[in-house]
Structure formats: C-alpha cells, structure tokens
C-alpha cells in the first residue's frame, strides 16, 4: 500500500507580518566541515587545520559560512512550514555572517515574516522573512531576510 504524505506547509494565504517561527536545534559537528569542504572545494586552513586555526585570531576551526548558511536552511524546512508548499527559495538579502561558528555549536533560526506580496500568474506568491541565527547561548551567529515563493490554496 502506497501512502502520500501529509501536506504540513502553510499557503501563501496563510502567512502575514509579525508570524513568527522557532526552528529545532542542530549541532555542528567536524563531520559536517570535512564533508563540506570537500563538496565545496574550500579547502581554507581556517576549517581544515586544527593546528593552524590554533594560533588564528580564533583559537580553533571554524565552520564555514555557507554550510551553516545551508544548514540554516535545512532547519527553516524542518519547521515545516513551507513542506509542500514551496515553489523556490528566491533571494537572500543583506546577509551578515556576525560570529564564528565552531565544531559543538548548536545553532536553530529564529524567522519572522514582514512582507508577502501576491504573484497570481506564478499561483501563489512571495514571503519575506527576517531570518537570524543563533548559536546555543543564543547569539546571533548570521542574519538577513529570505524571500520565499510559496503555492497558493488549491481552488
């Protein structure tokens, strides 16, 4: 027996200013940075070399920038809110990498909607949000707005 999963995301409708969304939690792991590093070719000694990191203004490795950009983006679809509902990720504006992010780090986002703007001709529409992450003593480690298409209610 086939099942077709349940539709968890929001429709475009459904979304409006001053929503907002707590992600779960994802810890950072050595794993995650070697891995990247070698999907990514950025092979930087500052997320590679523990020794040469030792004796950076940082004291240690230092996760990449875009992978926790990309993980951040994996934990806003864990929210579930746009699970289904989708159509694509759009734009990333004024992004600001604030803190380091290091092997251990727990990081989850923190999203809040400030605009939606109707494009019935695509079916839906798009969803500005403010996305700031947020490391485990809850510092903001990376923030700026996201915008989304999200499908309208089927008629």
């Not at 990449?64 to 990720?89: K, P, W």
């Amino acid at each position: 027996m086939s099942l077709i999963p349940a539709r968890r995301g929001m429709y475009f409708e459904e979304f409006e200013p001053g929503q907002h969304v707590t992600t779960p939690g994802r810890t950072i792991t050595e794993s995650d940075i070697v891995t990247f590093a070698g999907f990514s070719g950025d092979y930087n000694l500052i997320h590679t070399d523990a020794e040469y990191s030792r004796n950076s203004p940082f004291g240690q490795r230092v996760a990449h920038g875009l992978l926790c950009l990309s993980i951040a983006s994996g934990l806003a679809t864990r929210s579930g809110i746009m699970e289904g509902t989708v159509m694509a990720f759009r734009e990333i504006n004024n992004w600001k990498f604030v803190k380091p992010v290091f092997i251990g780090d727990t990081i989850h986002v923190e999203m809040d909607v400030t605009e939606t703007k109707a494009f019935p001709r695509l079916g839906g529409g798009a969803v500005f949000i403010n996305i700031q992450v947020n490391n485990q003593s809850n510092e903001v480690v990376m923030k700026g707005t996201w915008t989304a298409l999200i499908m309208s209610k089927p008629t």
